[in-house]
C-alpha cells in the first residue's frame, strides 16, 4: 500500500515535471505590441496636405489595419512621409513636407517625441555608432545647402550637421562607416559619398551613374543602382548598377539597355531583384544583366511601381495608383504569381517589416 502511494506520488510528479518543462518549450512569445510580427507600409500622402499615414499588415495576412498612428495617437503623423528607421524599440519615421522626424515605439505607435529642429526637407535615416543620420536637401533650388544631420538617439537632438553635394537621398551604414547616394536633388547626382560615422566628416566619394536611387551591401559589396537620366530631360543616360568592393574599392558596372532606367534594388537570398517601369526583374549576383523580366504587374493596372519590397519569400509591390487617392500593394510569389492584394493609404512609399 505504501508502496503504490509512493508510487503513485512519484509518478504524480514526473507527470507535473514533464508537463511544466513541455509548457515552457512551447510556450509562446508574447507580443511586443499591437504591431509586432507583421510590416508596415508608409503612405505618404499628398504634399502639403498632411495625410501621411502608416498601414499594418500581419505576417500571416490575417490581420491589416490603416491608419494606425492617428488611431493610437491624438495627433495627426504630418506631411509626406518619407522614411521609416528601426533602431531598438524605436520608429523613427521622417516627414520631408514638414521638415520634421516622428519617433515611435515600433510595436504600440504610441508618440516618444517630435523632432522639428536642425531638419531642412530630410529625407532618409540610418544608423551608426549610436547615433542617427539624416539626409537633408536644405532648399531644393540651392545646390551648396545640403547635409546630413547627425541626432542624438537619447535627447532628439541633431547634434552636428555634415555638408555634402547636392541631393543626399538613401543611406546605408556599414562598419561604421554611412554612403550615401545623391541622387541629385532638382539636378542628377552621380556620386555617393563615404561619412566616418567616428569623425562625422567625409572621407571619400564614389563616381558611379547617374541618378543614383538605390543601395544595398552584402559580403563587403556596395550594390548602386542608377537610373540614368530620363528621356523627358533631353540628354538621356543609360541605367547602371555598380558593384563596389569596399575593400579594395574595385567598381564592376553593368550597363542598361537604352530605354531602361531601372530602380528598387533589393538583394534577397543571394538575387538581386529590381523594378523598371512595371516589371520585376532578378539577376543573380555575379551573372549578366536579365533581358527579360521575372513577371509583369500591368495585369493589376500598376503603370510604375512606386515601392518595392521582398522578404520571406514573397515579393511586395506598393501601388501609388493616381497620387491622390489610396494606393494598392500587391503581394506575389517569388514566381510571380498575385496572392494578395490590399487597399492601402495615398501614395504607399515604402515597406518595413516589424518582427
Known amino acids: 500500500m505504501k508502496f503504490s502511494k509512493l508510487f503513485l506520488v512519484a509518478l504524480t510528479g514526473a507527470v507535473f515535471f514533464v508537463s511544466c518543462n513541455s509548457d515552457d518549450d512551447k510556450a509562446p ?7 509586432d510580427n507583421g510590416f508596415l507600409v508608409l503612405n505618404q500622402g499628398n504634399f502639403l496636405a498632411g495625410n501621411s499615414e502608416v498601414t499594418y499588415i500581419s505576417n500571416d495576412f490575417a490581420t491589416q489595419q490603416n491608419e494606425i498612428f492617428s488611431t493610437v495617437n491624438p495627433t495627426t503623423l504630418g506631411d509626406t512621409g518619407q522614411d521609416i528607421g528601426f533602431n531598438d524599440e524605436k520608429a523613427f519615421i521622417v516627414l520631408n513636407g514638414s521638415n520634421s522626424i516622428q519617433v515611435v515605439n515600433r510595436y504600440t505607435f504610441e508618440t516618444l517625441a517630435t523632432i522639428t529642429t536642425g531638419l531642412s526637407n530630410p529625407r532618409y535615416i540610418a544608423f551608426a555608432n549610436g547615433k542617427g543620420y539624416v539626409t537633408n536637401w536644405g532648399d531644393g533650388g540651392v545646390a551648396t545647402d545640403d547635409y546630413v544631420a547627425v541626432l542624438d538617439l537619447n535627447s532628439y537632438a541633431v ?8 541631393g543626399p537621398e538613401r543611406i546605408i551604414e556599414e562598419d561604421n562607416k554611412l554612403y550615401v547616394a545623391h541622387q541629385g536633388g532638382y539636378g542628377y547626382g552621380n556620386s555617393v559619398s563615404v561619412i566616418s ?3 562625422n566628416t567625409v ?7 547617374d541618378v543614383p536611387n538605390s543601395l544595398e551591401i552584402e559580403n563587403g559589396v556596395l550594390y548602386v543602382l542608377c537610373a540614368g537620366k530620363a528621356s523627358w530631360t533631353n540628354d538621356e543616360t543609360p541605367g547602371a548598377l555598380h558593384q563596389i568592393n569596399l575593400n579594395g574599392n574595385q567598381n564592376t558596372s553593368y550597363a542598361f539597355p537604352a530605354g531602361q532606367h531601372p530602380s528598387n534594388l533589393v538583394i534577397e537570398d543571394n538575387k538581386m531583384y529590381y523594378t523598371v517601369d512595371s516589371d520585376i526583374f532578378v539577376k543573380t549576383t555575379n551573372a549578366t544583366l536579365p533581358t527579360q523580366p521575372l513577371f509583369s504587374t500591368t495585369s493589376q493596372g500598376v503603370y510604375g511601381v512606386y515601392s518595392f519590397a521582398v ?4 515579393i511586395f509591390v506598393g501601388d501609388a495608383g493616381d497620387y491622390s487617392s489610396n494606393g494598392k500593394v500587391y503581394i506575389y510569389s517569388l514566381t510571380g504569381s498575385l496572392e494578395k492584394e490590399y487597399t492601402v493609404g495615398v501614395t504607399p512609399a515604402g515597406f518595413y517589416f516589424n518582427d
Open 197 to 199: 560615422a567616428s569623425t
Open 29 to 35: 512569445q508574447l507580443p511586443l505590441g499591437a504591431y
Open 203 to 209: 572621407t571619400s566619394t564614389i563616381a558611379v551613374g
Open 311 to 314: 522578404e520571406n519569400n514573397k
Open 159 to 166: 547634434t552636428a550637421t555634415i555638408p555634402v553635394v547636392e
